[in-house]
T-cell receptor
């Protein structure tokens, strides 16, 4: 079966750095997405990786290793507004998105 | 403001009743999707449409139907609601090319409670 694993919850301190991991086993691979979802709101797109390596976008970076079935989202200079759930999703060989359950990130002052 | 509009935002429904969740987008995206989101689970695809006039089944289609008469609208109908359909429903669209999903744009969600 297809599976996306990410930690259920993480806690970090304002101003610090946090890494949210995502491992996947899917039928083929056509790309990996990260979305941010604040409580009670819709998910919003953060990043897309299809090749191995690091993609940097401001305070957020996303890394992919296809051989290891592994990605992480790196958030730097954490702000209170970064408190949200972070969803990892993989597009399989049929271009269907498989979603992880999400990681709830709690930022403490 | 361009985007996706869902209605209603919240609804309490008696079991056995018929319900249609509305979804409209003004971005001229060709692909549209309906997901449900339940606590502890990832988003699960109910139905999708790659282009106006076509629809397909997702991971959890039973008990739901959709139509795509035009580019902008993609309503989701529960013919006879059951308590297990209590969930938050998200409509999404993308400007997908060559099969790739691309970035998804989500509506604000419709919270449905079936009693």
């Amino acid at each position: 079966g297809q599976n996306i694993d990410q930690p259920t919850e993480m806690t970090a301190t304002e101003g610090a750095i946090v890494q949210i991991n995502c491992t996947y086993q899917t039928s083929g691979f056509n790309g990996l997405f990260w979305y941010q979802q604040h409580a009670g709101e819709a998910p919003t797109f953060l990043s897309y990786n299809v090749l191995d390596g690091l993609e940097e976008k401001g305070r957020f970076s996303s890394f992919l290793s296809r051989s290891k079935g592994y990605s992480y989202l790196l958030l730097k200079e954490l702000q209170m507004k970064d408190s949200a759930s972070y969803l990892c999703a993989v597009e399989d060989s049929n271009y269907q998105l498989i979603w992880g359950a999400g990681t709830k990130l709690i930022i403490k002052p | 403001i361009a985007g996706i509009t869902q209605a209603p935002t919240s609804q309490i429904l008696a079991a056995g009743r018929r319900m249609t969740l509305r979804c409209t987008q003004d971005m001229r995206h060709n692909a549209m999707y309906w997901y449900r989101q339940d606590l502890g689970l990832g988003l699960r695809l109910i139905h999708y449409s790659n282009t106006a006039g076509t629809t397909g089944k997702g991971e959890v289609p039973d008990g739901y139907s959709v139509s795509r008469a035009n580019t902008d609208d993609f309503p989701l109908t529960l013919a006879s609601a059951v308590p297990s359909q209590t969930s938050v429903y998200f409509c999404a669209s993308s400007d997908s090319l060559a099969g790739n999903t691309g970035e998804l744009f989500f509506g604000e969600g419709s919270r449905l409670t079936v009693l």
